[in-house]
């Protein structure tokens, strides 16, 4: 007897923005078994035209018709932290897959709520953080758990961008705002950090840190330092400044083992180095085209029966926990 055919899985977008334009978007038509039929966007003529760009059939102005769509089988929420939470009560009442970007809301509260209400409505969570897949983090894990420097001790994270000038304090860019963003740049960046290391060695369980504005170019913070502990017992610092000069850009992680280092940035296309005591070597493996286009893929797989997807709503919900443990709220 034949095998039946494997379901496609039609996706809807809510807020179809920039990161739809190249990092996500285009995979949901690029993944086997997966189709993008709808997006939406409160600018119905914005909605239109990103719809006529990249080929989507249908277009709304109004999240509910998309929600409510019975030809949207799994709903992607690409809108500012701010809204997440509202957007994925909606959906999973409608009995719907949910895909959220990250960060996954404004607070760990917000995140619980989310969770819960997928749980009873027996739908599944899943949260952006697509460096769980990406192939350089992937390298990153498998030297890691093949003992290449040994048991990790230490874990350092060094995050120094220069400072956005000329801003306009009647339109300040969403990121910088608490009320939508949950935070600064801190929210937007560190969670990727933080959700990766969740990944590698396993959920942190103590973290505090200081938060404040040096600078004063918009409400939130712009440094923040934290310490953290993992449950496998290796502690960890990082560093997060938003002000410096553009000669003093840094993008580091770092893994001190009981052999060896790995260091590996989290957002520049640099290599990823190990250094042993009898010298160093590198790997560079860079990105593909829809940087998210891998992890997608897991999700559909999940939703198709075939896999796993590797970041859920409860691993979401725990990186959530940790920044606020370093903001103190």
Not at 202 to 222: M, V
Request: charged share 20%; glycine share 8%; hydrophobic share 40%.
């Amino acid at each position: 007897m034949a095998e039946a055919p494997t379901k496609t899985i039609r996706w809807g977008i809510i807020g179809c923005g920039d990161v739809t334009e190249v990092k996500s978007g285009p995979a949901f038509q690029k993944v086997p078994n997966s189709q993008l039929v709808a997006v939406m966007r409160r600018d119905g003529e914005k909605a239109k035209d990103y719809a006529q760009r990249h080929n989507v059939p249908k277009w709304y102005d109004n999240a509910q018709a998309l929600i409510h769509d019975p030809e949207v089988d799994a709903v992607y929420i690409a809108t500012p932290p701010g809204s997440h939470a509202e957007y994925t009560l909606q959906v999973a009442a409608a009995g719907k897959p949910v895909y959220v970007e990250k960060p996954m809301a404004l607070n760990h509260a917000q995140c619980q709520e989310m969770v819960k209400a997928c749980q009873q409505a027996q739908v599944p969570l899943f949260v952006a953080y697509y460096r769980r897949r990406l192939p350089s983090f992937l390298k990153v894990k498998e030297l890691v758990d093949a003992g290449a420097i040994g048991e990790v001790k230490l874990v350092n994270i060094r995050l120094y961008h220069p400072a956005q000038e000329n801003l306009n304090q009647n339109d300040l860019p969403w990121r910088v705002q608490p009320e939508i963003a949950g935070g600064g740049l801190f929210f937007d960046l560190a969670p990727h950090q933080l959700d990766y290391l969740d990944y590698l060695l396993g959920p942190i369980t103590a973290a505090s840190g200081q938060t404040a504005n040096q600078a004063g170019l918009y409400p939130a913070e712009d440094i923040v330092t934290a310490q953290f502990k993992f449950a496998n017992g290796a502690l960890g610092t990082g560093t997060w400044c938003f002000t410096v000069l553009p000669s003093q850009f840094q993008d580091q992680i770092e893994l001190i083992g009981s052999k060896d280092r790995i260091t590996f940035p989290c957002f520049a296309l640099e290599p990823i180095r190990l250094e042993t005591e009898v010298g160093h070597e590198e790997f560079f493996l860079p990105p593909p085209p829809h940087v998210q286009q891998p992890f997608i893929q897991t999700i559909v797989e999940e939703l198709t029966g075939q896999g796993k997807c590797p970041s859920t709503g409860e691993s979401g919900a725990r990186t959530a926990w940790v920044m606020d443990q370093i903001v103190s709220r």
